[in-house]
C-alpha cells in the first residue's frame, strides 16, 4: 500500500503526477481554506504532509497527526513549523532554498523602487482621474542610485539583492549574525544594525522570523531611521511591529515603506491599508512561474526521496530521532 500525503494547496499538475506515483494523495483542488480544526482532522491518517509557508505544523497539529514521518514545505522559511517538536518525533522536514532566491531578490529590488519613487502612490492618483497638469514638484521621490542601502540578513537572498545594488552605484551596509564571506567580493560593509538604521536611505528586511526577531524593528528602531528613508520587508511578517510602523509613518518618522509580509497574514493591519505612503503586495516574494514551479518541485523531490528511502535533497533536521527510535 502507498503512504498516505495530504497537500493542503492546490499545486501545478506536473508535481501532483510526480507524487501520485508514490503517494495515495488527499489533494486540495479547490485550494479551499481549512480552519485548524479541519486542518488537524484531514491529519489523522497521513503518513506526510506538504504544507505552505501560511500552514502551523505546531504541537496541535502534530499530536493530530500519529502517523507523520515527513513535513515538506513549499518555501524556504519554516518558522510555522514546530522544528524541534518534530526532530523529537522522528519526523522528517525539508524546505525549499534556493530555487526561490533570484526571483524574490528582484521581487526586492520591485519593492523598493515602487516605494522610493512612489509607483503606487502616483498610480492611484492617475486613475481616480486627477492628473490635470505636469508640475516640478509632483510625486517627488528618493534617489535610489548612488544612495546608502542597508540590508539586514545577509544569506542567499540577501546576497542576490546585494549584487544588483552594483548596478546601482550604491554605498551597502549590512547586518548579520556572522560576518558574510562575500562582502568584500559585494562591497558591503557589516555594521551594528543600530548603525545601519541610522545611515541607510533604504532598509531591506531579509532575515529569518523567530522568537529572537520578533518586532526587531519597533518603535525604538524606527525613530533612528532617517525621516527621508524606506524600509522594505520580504522576510516575513512579525519581524516589524506593524503598529510601531503605522505610528511611524503617520508621525513622519519614515518617509515610505514597501511591505510583502505582514504580523497577521492575510490580514493587513487597517492604517496599513489608509496609509497612501506604503506599498502593500500579497506575499509574492518567490512568485514566478519557474520559481514557484523550482520550489513546488523541490517539495516533491524531498518526499519522492523519502518514499523510496533515499537521502533527502533539502532535509532541515538531519539530527533527527531515529524512525521508531
Ligand atoms: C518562503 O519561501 O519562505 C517564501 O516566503 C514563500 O512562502
Not at 513535513?71 to 514546530?82: E, F, P
Not at 551597502?172 to 541610522?198: F, I, K, M, P, Q
Request: charged share 20%.
Amino acid at each position: 500500500m502507498k503512504p498516505r500525503l495530504l497537500i493542503t494547496r492546490k499545486v501545478f499538475p506536473e508535481v501532483m503526477q510526480a507524487l501520485s506515483q508514490a503517494y495515495e494523495v488527499q489533494a486540495n483542488p479547490d485550494d479551499t481554506h481549512w480552519s485548524a480544526a479541519e486542518f488537524h482532522a484531514r491529519l489523522a491518517n497521513c503518513d506526510a504532509l506538504f504544507v505552505v509557508a501560511t500552514d502551523r505544523v505546531d504541537e496541535a497539529a502534530l499530536q493530530a497527526a500519529p502517523h507523520l514521518k515527513i513535513v515538506a514545505t513549499g518555501s524556504v522559511g519554516y518558522n510555522h513549523i514546530d522544528l524541534p517538536a518534530c526532530s523529537a518525533r522522528g519526523i522528517a522536514v525539508t524546505n525549499t532554498p534556493d530555487v526561490l532566491t533570484e526571483a524574490t531578490a528582484d521581487m526586492a529590488w520591485a519593492l523598493l523602487m515602487a516605494t522610493a519613487r512612489r509607483i503606487s502612490e502616483s498610480e492611484r492618483w492617475l486613475r481616480e482621474g486627477q492628473w490635470g497638469r505636469w508640475a516640478w514638484d509632483q510625486f517627488l521621490g528618493a534617489d535610489v542610485h548612488g544612495a546608502t542601502l542597508g540590508i539586514v540578513g545577509m544569506g542567499r537572498i540577501g546576497s542576490a539583492i546585494a549584487r544588483r545594488a552594483a548596478g546601482f552605484s550604491m554605498r551597502l551596509l549590512y547586518c548579520n549574525r556572522s560576518a558574510a564571506a562575500n562582502a568584500a567580493e559585494l562591497g558591503a560593509t557589516r555594521v551594528e544594525l543600530d548603525a545601519l538604521l541610522s545611515q541607510s536611505d533604504h532598509v531591506l528586511l531579509v532575515l529569518p522570523y523567530s522568537p529572537a526577531t520578533h518586532h526587531l524593528i519597533g518603535e525604538r528602531e524606527l525613530a533612528r531611521m532617517k525621516p527621508t528613508a524606506t524600509l522594505v520587508n520580504i522576510a516575513r511578517g512579525g519581524i516589524v511591529d506593524d503598529g510601531a510602523l503605522v505610528q511611524a509613518l503617520q508621525a513622519g518618522h519614515l518617509a515610505a515603506a514597501g511591505l510583502d509580509v505582514y504580523e497577521n497574514e492575510p490580514q493587513v493591519h487597517p492604517a496599513l491599508l489608509a496609509q497612501r505612503n506604503v506599498v502593500l503586495t500579497p506575499h509574492l516574494g518567490s512568485a514566478t512561474r519557474s520559481s514557484r514551479l523550482g520550489m513546488a518541485m523541490l517539495a516533491a523531490r524531498n518526499l519522492l526521496a523519502f518514499a523510496a528511502a533515499e537521502p533527502l535533497p533539502s532535509c532541515l533536521n538531519p539530527d533527527r530521532r531515529p524512525a521508531g527510535g
